[in-house]
């Protein structure tokens, strides 16, 4: 069985950063693209972040470009997104995904983590 556990959400002033980190267990991830998606209250999931383990390339929301970075550790399943000069409306809960795909305009996932509260105070 497939398993995605978030950690390193929390609370941050506007300006701050966070890290959460996504482990990947229950099979091998090696080809799947894994990256990050969220949801605040009363809008609908958005794509954040994405890794491509094919080349390492990554891709991001004009939301978060240049403000998070996305990365994978030294274990091919696992990844981080670091998330600088964080703003209220970044508040949301923020879901690792693995088995991420683009078609037509729109980015969905195969597996998904129960998610991580991050929330930004002005």
């Known amino acids: 069985q497939v398993q995605l556990v978030e950690s390193g959400g929390g609370l941050v002033q506007a300006g701050g950063s966070l890290r959460l980190s996504c482990a990947a267990s229950?099979?091998?991830?090696?080809?799947?693209?894994m990256g990050w998606f969220r949801q605040a209250p009363g809008k609908e999931r958005e794509f954040v972040a994405r890794?491509?383990?094919?080349?390492?390339?990554?891709y991001y929301a004009d939301s978060v470009k240049g403000r998070f970075t996305i990365s994978r550790g030294n274990a091919r399943n696992t990844v981080y997104l670091q998330m600088n000069s964080l703003k209220p409306e970044d508040t949301a809960v923020y879901h690792c995904?693995?088995?991420?795909?683009?078609?037509?305009?729109?980015?969905?996932?195969?597996?998904w983590g129960q998610g991580s509260q991050v929330t930004v105070s002005s």
């Open positions: 890794f491509s383990w094919s080349g390492g390339a990554t």
């Open positions: 995904a693995a088995d991420i795909t683009l078609s037509t305009g729109i980015y969905d996932a195969r597996y």
């Open positions: 229950g099979r091998t991830f090696s080809t799947y693209d």
